[in-house]
């Protein structure tokens, strides 16, 4: 879609600043400046346009919308890093990696200097508008990655990215996935073939989110502007209308692909549910969960007795939001126009003039960033925030919003939350996979999930088939590639494991669990050089990385081993 109006796709070299790696800075801030101005890269890579240079052809006939919904955070959910970024440093004290964030000549850094040495990254986007948090991207050649640290509204300053909170060591690289792009930035692609993070050209063509992404192609609407060349959410069957908002307001507690589909696929005017199945733990708490205005709305007593009649745009105006000042009479007005009977606008708590205050309270967690702010359930008497119980010991997933899910996506849900760290659900998801094993032989996602599964459990003979049929379908499965390499290894087939996990990692040289796997096979196989090769390629994206820089160190004596 966007295609057409994407002007520049060449790639161009890396815009990564490395420091060179025996390089120890033991001095203050001001050898971060120091060392930063040394790395200036001196390339510019094409950048995503904004969407108010995306859309601004949309504003020659729709200048009023255009104007207000740049100001939204929607908008603005993205953009160049340089567009907002507060220099600040920060110590974090488990690893001792002192970060130092800054603009040095119009572009936006991220310096770090860890006891193993220092580093620095030119910071090209930020992800989050910022009325809860932001966090940026760089990129390494062609991989994209995260930065490990976000800025956090709540307590107004950075801090680590939820889960490197304790970590203690420099943290490894945190790669840039297309799945975690989608809801944020316009016009995603997937990464390259066999890969997690690689983008030969640009990850997203736009920043921010477009007028299409809620409208579709406009192509031909531009050319023709008439009605019905263009997709108008309100026009929809409630199913097709409601998927707008639902594809990127939704999570559940996971959510999985459907066999043979991509959520990048999905266009305004498709139903979601052909692409995404979505599953919560029952008993699970609406409002602890992420993402979730969906969920709460649909439980909301408004919503049951309206039906169909009533979505997210009875309340809101995506092109528009409210200022503090505008919010409790813009909110209120909604209110009434299904409350019409006089006494809510009259006699109903006059001294209050905002309902929401009342029915929809802002509760919440502090640097919690996919959390619902507002209680979307629309409660008669307001209910004390809840305080997040952990919740432990549920065992089914059931799905929400997700007409025809199947037996293969509740396995794989059960599958994802295990990989998200709940081991209760292992069996369920074995089991479920297992007994779809003959009708699963041309999908991918669900063979490797049962390789995986079956390899965790010394099943080496479902897990070998599961791969090897994976491997038929695409030669370059980085999960299979790299799982079946460690089964051969296991084996002895030290040889067959070398070449499988090279093809991965010549896709993957920044994935540091693959480059040791390698290294210590390539060990095995008593060849060090080799072995000392891999993981200095794999340095070169995380320079400072212990256990890497300790397994270089080891690696000794490997032609003894390779010997026996
Ligand atoms: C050259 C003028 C022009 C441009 C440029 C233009 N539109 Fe329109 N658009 C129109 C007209 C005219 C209508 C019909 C308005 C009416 O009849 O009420 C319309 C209607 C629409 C509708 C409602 C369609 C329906 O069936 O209800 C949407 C949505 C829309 N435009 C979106 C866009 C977007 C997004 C862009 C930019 C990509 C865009 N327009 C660019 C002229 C334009
Ligand atoms: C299914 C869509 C979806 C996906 C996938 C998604 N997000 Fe979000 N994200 C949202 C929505 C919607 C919000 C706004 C939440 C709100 O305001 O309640 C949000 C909010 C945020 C914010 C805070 C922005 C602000 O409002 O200040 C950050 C930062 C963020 N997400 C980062 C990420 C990262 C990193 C990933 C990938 C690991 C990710 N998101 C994946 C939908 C998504
Ligand atoms: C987050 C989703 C979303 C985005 C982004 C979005 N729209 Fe809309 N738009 C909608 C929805 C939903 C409606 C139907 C509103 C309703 O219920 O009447 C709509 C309606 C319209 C209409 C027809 C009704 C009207 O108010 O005139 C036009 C024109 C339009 N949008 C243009 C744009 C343009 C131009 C942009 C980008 C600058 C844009 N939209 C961005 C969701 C979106
Ligand atoms: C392409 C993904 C995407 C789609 C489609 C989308 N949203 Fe959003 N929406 C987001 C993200 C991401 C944020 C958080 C932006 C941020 O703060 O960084 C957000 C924020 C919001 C907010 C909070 C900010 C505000 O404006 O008050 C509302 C409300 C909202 N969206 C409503 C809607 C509605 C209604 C629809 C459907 C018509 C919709 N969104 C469709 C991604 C999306
Ligand atoms: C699309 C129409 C619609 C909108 C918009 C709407 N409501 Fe409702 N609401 C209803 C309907 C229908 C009921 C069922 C009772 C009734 O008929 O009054 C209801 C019930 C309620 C109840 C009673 C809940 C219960 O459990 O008994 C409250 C409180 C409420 N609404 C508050 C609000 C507030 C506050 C807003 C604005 C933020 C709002 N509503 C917006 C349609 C709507
Ligand atoms: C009955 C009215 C109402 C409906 C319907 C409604 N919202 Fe909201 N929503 C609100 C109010 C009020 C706020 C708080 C706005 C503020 O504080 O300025 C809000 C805030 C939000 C936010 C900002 C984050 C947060 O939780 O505060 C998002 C995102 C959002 N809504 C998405 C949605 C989506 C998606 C739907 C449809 C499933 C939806 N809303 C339906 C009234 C509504
Ligand atoms: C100061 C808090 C407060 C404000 C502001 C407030 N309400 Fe209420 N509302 C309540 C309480 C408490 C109840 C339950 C007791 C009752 O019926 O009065 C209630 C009940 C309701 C009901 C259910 C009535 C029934 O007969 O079951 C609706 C609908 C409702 N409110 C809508 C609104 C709307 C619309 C607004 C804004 C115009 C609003 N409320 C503002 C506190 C508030």
């Not at 010394?458 to 695409?474: C, K, M, P, Y």
Request: overall charge neutral.
């Amino acid at each position: 879609m966007p295609q057409s109006r994407n002007r520049q796709m060449t790639p161009a070299p890396s815009r990564a600043l490395r420091t060179k790696k025996d390089m120890r800075l033991s001095l203050g801030a001001i050898c971060f400046l120091l060392f930063v101005a040394l790395f200036i890269p001196r390339t510019a890579r094409p950048q995503a346009t904004p969407v108010r240079e995306a859309d601004a052809q949309c504003a020659g006939c729709h200048a009023e919308i255009y104007r207000k919904y740049l100001t939204t955070p929607m908008a603005n959910a993205s953009g160049l890093a340089t567009d907002k970024l507060k220099p600040a440093t920060f110590l974090h004290g488990p690893s001792g990696v002192e970060y130092k964030i800054s603009t040095v000549n119009g572009k936006a850094l991220l310096a770090s200097r860890s006891p193993n040495g220092s580093e620095g990254f030119t910071l090209t986007y930020f992800l989050g508008s910022g009325h809860l948090g932001t966090t940026y991207l760089y990129s390494i050649g062609n991989y994209l990655f995260e930065s490990p640290v976000a800025w956090y509204a709540a307590s107004n300053s950075y801090d680590m990215k939820p889960g490197l909170a304790d970590i203690a060591q420099a943290p490894p690289p945190l790669p840039m996935q297309s799945s975690c792009m989608r809801c944020h930035m316009s016009s995603v692609r997937n990464a390259d073939p066999g890969t997690i993070n690689r983008y030969e050209g640009l990850p997203f063509l736009h920043s921010g989110i477009t007028c299409e992404a809620c409208h579709g192609d406009s192509r031909e609407h531009v050319l023709t502007q008439s009605k019905g060349t263009i997709v108008n959410p309100s026009k929809l069957d409630a199913g097709r209308r409601d998927s707008v908002c639902i594809s990127c307001h939704l999570e559940g507690d996971v959510s999985i692909e459907r066999a043979g589909h991509n959520a990048l696929d999905y266009r305004p005017g498709d139903l979601i549910s052909s692409y995404v199945a979505y599953y919560v733990k029952s008993g699970g708490d609406l409002t602890a969960r992420g993402v979730s205005e969906v969920e709460q709305l649909s439980q909301s007593t408004c919503k049951r007795v309206s039906g169909e009649r009533m979505s997210c745009t009875s309340c809101h105006d995506p092109h528009y939001t409210p200022d503090a000042e505008h919010r409790t009479a813009f909110y209120r007005n909604k209110c009434l126009s299904c409350h019409s009977q006089p006494e809510f606008a009259t006699a109903h708590h006059p001294e209050n003039q905002d309902c929401t205050s009342c029915h929809m309270p802002a509760a919440g967690a502090a640097n919690i960033l996919h959390v619902a702010w507002t209680d979307h359930r629309i409660l008669k008497i307001p209910e004390a925030p809840k305080t997040e119980a952990p919740r432990t010991g549920e065992r089914t997933l059931v799905p929400i919003f997700s007409p025809g899910a199947s037996d293969r996506d509740l396995g794989m849900a059960y599958y994802q939350s295990l990989l998200e760290g709940d081991r209760l659900f292992e069996s369920a998801a074995w089991e479920l996979l297992k007994q779809q094993q003959a009708t699963i032989s041309n999908d991918k996602d669900a063979l490797d999930a049962l390789g995986n599964l079956g390899a965790e459990r010394g099943d080496s003979q479902t897990a070998e088939s599961a791969f090897s049929r994976v491997l038929e379908l695409d030669p370059r499965d980085l999960t299979a590639l790299s799982n079946l390499a460690i089964l051969r290894a296991k084996e002895g087939k030290l040889k067959d494991a070398i070449s499988m996990l090279h093809v991965a990692f010549d896709d993957n040289e920044d994935v540091p669990g693959l480059a040791m796997n390698l290294a210590r096979v390539e060990c095995m196989a008593g060849d060090e050089t080799a072995a000392r090769t891999t993981l200095k390629a794999a340095l070169y994206y995380s320079p400072n990385l212990d256990d890497m820089r300790r397994m270089l160190g080891q690696m000794t004596a490997c032609a003894d081993r390779g010997r026996k």
